[in-house]
């Protein structure tokens, strides 16, 4: 039997922050936040973790967030908390329980 698993990321947040760039000085940088999650046949089973990159609109300069300059990261600080991970990313769990419940309340029943 084949089993088709990984991970995957889904964009949670995409704020332009009013911070110049590090390279070309143009106030003109974005930054996203994406939310990673495990995968069972490309459903979303549990996310993981969140993971952020800025980019600058102007020379297209793409910074990981161990590379963020204090200011950029003052502003990622206050987005991440706003940031919450979709409901879905949790779909097959749910499912999952939903059933349980479902066939113990079936199994009182009977």
């Known amino acids: 039997m084949i089993f088709f698993f990984g991970l995957r990321s889904t964009k949670i947040v995409e704020k332009q922050a009013t911070i110049p760039c590090s390279h070309c000085e143009e106030k003109q940088v974005w930054f996203f936040i994406h939310q990673n999650y495990f995968h069972l046949f490309w459903i979303p089973v549990f996310p993981l973790w969140k993971s ?11 910074l990981n967030k161990k590379e ?43």
């Open 68 to 110: 963020f300059s204090n200011a950029l990261l003052d502003n990622y600080k206050i987005e991440v908390t706003k940031a919450k991970t979709p409901w879905w990313t949790f779909f097959l769990l749910i499912a999952f329980f939903a059933l349980l419940v479902f066939s113990i309340i079936l199994s009182q029943c009977s």
């Open 52 to 62: 952020t990159t800025s980019v600058c609109a102007h020379c297209k300069q793409v």
